[in-house]
């Protein structure tokens, strides 16, 4: 069996008239996240820990901004797919770290749900699915409030039998349009 280990990092920005989704998890917030999807930072950083740990690249390569296929798409449904893209490597999921850094709201009430959402999402038990928050005790942006900051890691292992994964394909284009400025493109850059 082969295991491996992945990072992912994701940010976006808080704007009025946006729901505030987290985990899977739809959180009453006088603001919400931008972004081209439902901009779920915290399973965008677990879609690219996942992606990372295959090297299969990002979710920006894979669900590209822009795309109407994507607009006001669950990350839940993102995530299966990321499950799905894995699957097509010889990789499964076996578990999950993530940490939310948000200054406000408060998430803890809602972790149990997200967990639980999560782990359906990724066909695992809720016990290989640990979920975070930390607030950055108002210091600089994330404390200002203006976005919010997730980080994720994930462990994966070839199917049990399964002989060595097939080698990812090549980089489009090597662009990471996940990760461009939103403050230059507009709202939807993001994912
Ligand atoms: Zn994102």
């Known amino acids: 069996m082969d295991v491996r280990v992945g990072l992912g990092i994701d940010f976006h920005r808080l704007t009025p008239g946006r729901r505030l989704v987290l985990g899977g ?28 740990a295959a090297a299969l690249g990002d979710i920006g390569q894979h669900f590209p901004v822009g795309d109407p296929a994507y607009a006001g798409i669950s990350s839940l449904e993102l995530l299966k797919r990321t499950v799905a893209l894995l699957a097509q490597a010889g990789y ?3 578990q999950v770290d993530a940490v939310a850094v948000v200054e406000r709201p408060i998430l803890a009430p809602h972790i149990p749900t997200m967990r639980e959402r999560i782990a359906a999402a990724l066909g695992v038990e ?4 640990s979920v975070k928050a930390t607030t950055p005790e108002g210091m600089g942006t994330l404390g200002r409030g203006e976005g919010i900051g997730a980080w994720a890691v994930a462990l994966v292992r070839t199917f049990p039998g399964s002989v060595r994964p097939r080698e990812p394909p090549e980089s489009s284009t090597g662009k990471h349009r996940h990760m461009d400025d939103s403050r230059e493109a507009g709202q939807d850059a993001r994912l």
């Open 25 to 52: 998890v739809e959180i009453p917030h006088d603001r919400g996240l931008a972004g081209h999807s439902d901009a779920d930072v915290l399973l965008h950083a677990i879609c690219d820990a996942l992606l990372g």
């Open 126 to 129: 809720t016990s290989a699915v």
């Open 92 to 94: 499964v999921p076996h």
